[in-house]
């Protein structure tokens, strides 16, 4: 598991953050928000979507569209051609199992994301993360700046231990 400092726990704004180096990406499926750490517990937050609380059939599979809890590593990045759900430039941040194992599982944009994120119910993908153009901008310069890799935690609710002052 993760480990992530929490001394100082500043929230900062989402247009005023900077990426750096030791980031981490948490994500609450609970409340459908995303928080970036910095390794010294000040962190920005933002509104997302995630994954339907039910099964579905999509790429010829049938299986339940809950975002999956766990901890994951973003290890690669992919232009996907579908440009309704991966949005307008498709680009796809994958997601891989504890660092290893790759998934169907990604973060992304989608050409209906943002009616998706400031309706009241978010759960509306098919299990991936889905963010704004500006959301998955930072994300993608925080993967570029700890060298082509982004640790993600998700979670159904928020660890009281770690994230006590939020």
């Not at 920005?44 to 979507?49: C, D, E, G, K, N």
């Not at 992919?78 to 290893?100: A, C, P, S, V, W």
């Not at 889905?130 to 700890?146: H, P, Q």
């Amino acid at each position: 598991m993760l480990s992530i400092s929490v001394p100082t726990t500043t929230r900062q704004s989402f247009d005023e953050w900077e990426p750096q180096r030791g980031d981490v990406l948490y994500v609450d499926t609970k409340v459908n928000r995303g928080y970036i750490i910095h390794p010294d517990g000040d962190f920005t937050s933002f509104l997302l979507a995630t994954g339907q609380r039910r099964n579905v059939s999509y790429i010829g599979l049938y299986y339940n569209a809950t975002t999956p809890v766990g901890t994951w590593t973003v290890k690669s990045l992919h232009t996907q051609g579908d440009r309704i759900t991966y949005g307008k430039n498709g680009r796809f941040m994958r997601l891989y199992k504890d660092g290893e194992e790759w998934t169907h599982y990604g973060i992304h944009e989608h050409l209906y994301g943002d009616e998706m994120i400031a309706g009241e119910d978010r759960y509306r993908s098919m299990g991936c993360i889905i963010v704004s153009r500006e959301v998955l901008d930072v994300l993608m310069a925080t993967y570029e700046l700890n060298w082509q890799s982004l640790e993600v935690v998700t979670s159904y609710g928020l660890d009281d231990t770690m994230f006590a002052k939020l």
